[in-house]
């Protein structure tokens, strides 16, 4: 990409719908990142920079997500908290700042730091956190920290459920310890959160995250909309072509079970594939298992979509029973460092005394 691009109108629809697919699941509904990013558009200029081009010494980023206190809720962005988390963090660790990154895909989540960027005037980074350790981002980019004994900043600021009446909190924890604090709930009976995390290194920063996963998103947009008038199978193959990837099937949901511990949730998605075979979907904050008679076709971080007859991506909030749904499958690539094979056996193991389902080793 060229090292500066400004996001318009135009960009932010093929993110939205690029997202969308990248979120494998999770990470909000298209109808909320179409109207999350004309909003980042109508607030200001934001400019999407590539993190190589921007001097390496002394160089920090933030990073900047929405988090839901309870699985059992649908995450809610307000822009000005956001940008507020932001600017607490600025102002609780003196860090300049010279751009912002994302802690996750999806049509929501790809255009959550667009609305800070056109707020602050400072750059999105083209690198996100997602697609690798943990089907949660924000736990995911905390899972990454190098050190489980250093501290990281995290600044949050939430709302009461129900209320306006607002939070905010600056904290400095060792991960594990965040992490618990996020889980539990421990900053007060609030809904969703706007979160700042950081200040990141520009060098650890390209060592852990996804380079290029913005405009990737913009890529596979553009390809999904120059298709919009064919139908939804040309759609799904524009997707696993761009990505290289596989349709694995069009299956009609006969059935959506959700299980629910504590705050804890997961649903099941049963289909019906074309031959009468059946095939089962696991989600866990995305899609984490395919299987179909009983055999496994992929698991996370293996990529899995779900797209509409028409070819629009669906979140697993939209997939519902006596659904078409073309599903798409994108072997995950590349072998991740022994210490990432170490916080993702955890997170296998995790996963299946949530779901019972089997993982990998």
């Not at 600025?90 to 255009?111: F, K, M, Q, R």
């Not at 990281?152 to 618990?180: C, N, T, Y």
């Not at 298992?289 to 996370?300: E, H, K, N, W, Y």
């Not at 599903?327 to 916080?343: A, H, L, N, Q, Y």
């Amino acid at each position: 990409m060229a090292k500066h691009i400004k996001l318009d109108e135009q960009l932010c629809e093929m993110a939205v719908l690029g997202g969308a697919v990248l979120g494998s699941g999770g990470g909000g509904t298209l109808e909320a990142g179409l109207r999350l990013g004309q909003l980042a558009v109508e607030l200001g200029d934001a400019t999407l920079i590539d993190p190589g081009s921007l001097p390496s010494s002394r160089t920090n980023l933030v990073a900047v997500a929405t988090h839901c206190t309870s699985a059992l809720e649908e995450p809610r962005y307000r822009p000005l908290f956001h940008k507020q988390a932001v600017e607490l963090l600025i102002a609780n660790t003196g860090a300049e700042i010279a751009g912002l990154v994302n802690c996750g895909s999806g049509a929501v989540d790809t255009v959550v730091g667009w609305g800070q960027a056109a707020l602050l005037g400072i750059p999105l980074a083209d690198l996100v956190f997602d697609r690798g350790i943990h089907p949660l981002a924000v736990m995911g980019l905390l899972a990454l920290w190098p050190h489980d004994d250093a501290p990281i900043s995290v600044a949050i600021v939430g709302a009461e459920r129900g209320g306006d009446q607002k939070q905010e909190v600056f904290s400095r924890r060792v991960p594990q310890s965040l992490i618990r604090m996020l889980q539990q709930d421990s900053v007060g009976e609030v809904g969703s959160l706007a979160l700042a995390i950081g200040p990141l290194s520009l060098h650890w920063t390209q060592q852990h995250g996804n380079p290029s996963l913005v405009s990737q998103a913009i890529r596979i947009g553009k390809a999904m909309m120059q298709v919009a008038h064919d139908d939804g199978w040309e759609t799904a193959n524009a997707v696993s072509r761009t990505l290289g990837g596989q349709v694995v099937a069009l299956g009609t949901v006969t059935d959506v079970v959700s299980h629910c511990s504590g705050d804890r949730a997961f649903s099941v998605i049963h289909l019906r594939d074309q031959e009468n075979r059946p095939l089962e979907l696991v989600h866990w904050h995305r899609y984490v298992t395919l299987d179909t008679s009983g055999q496994r076709i992929a698991t996370f971080p293996d990529l899995i979509v779900t797209l509409g007859v028409k070819g629009t991506p669906l979140s697993s909030a939209e997939v519902g029973k006596g659904l078409d749904v073309h599903i798409v499958v994108v072997p995950s690539k590349g072998e991740p460092t022994p210490d990432i094979m170490v916080r993702r056996s955890a997170t296998y193991r995790e996963l299946e005394r949530l779901t019972g389902k089997p993982m990998p080793p």
